[in-house]
């Protein structure tokens, strides 16, 4: 059985994430999806709405998705390392560079393959710092 990770925010659930989630489970056989959680995000994103167990719940609906569970405070690793997938699929506007994280993982004994996911469907608001944008006055 071939296992897929795919992690993110998920802040607002919009086209782009259910295109990258549906992407990411047509890899393998189950989907682990990973929520980041907000102590992680809140230095990173200036914008959280959601807080981290409502956007689990909302991912943990979908039905794509295998299993949802939030990420680990201090080592974003850590859930992937318990996982041990086959496949990391990372969205098109994900801030890890593949090799390094494959590098990373390898080095903790874990051989993975990361690929990314660049399908984009032309949705204007399939990224939710612009549907934020699009909301202020």
Known sequence: MKKVVATG????????HILYLREAKKLGDRLY????????VKGKKNYMILPE???LNVIKSLKMVDEAILG?????????????????ALGKDQEFD?????????RRGLSVEVIRINSYDGCHLCSTRRIIEFLRP
């Open 9 to 16: 925010v998920f802040n607002i659930l919009h086209p782009g």
């Open 33 to 40: 999806v990973i929520v980041a959680r907000d102590e992680n």
């Open 53 to 55: 167990r409502q956007r």
């Open 72 to 88: 680990d405070k201090e080592d974003i690793l850590k859930p992937i390392l318990r996982i041990k997938p086959d496949i990391i």
């Open 98 to 106: 593949e090799t390094k994280l494959e590098n990373e993982l390898k």
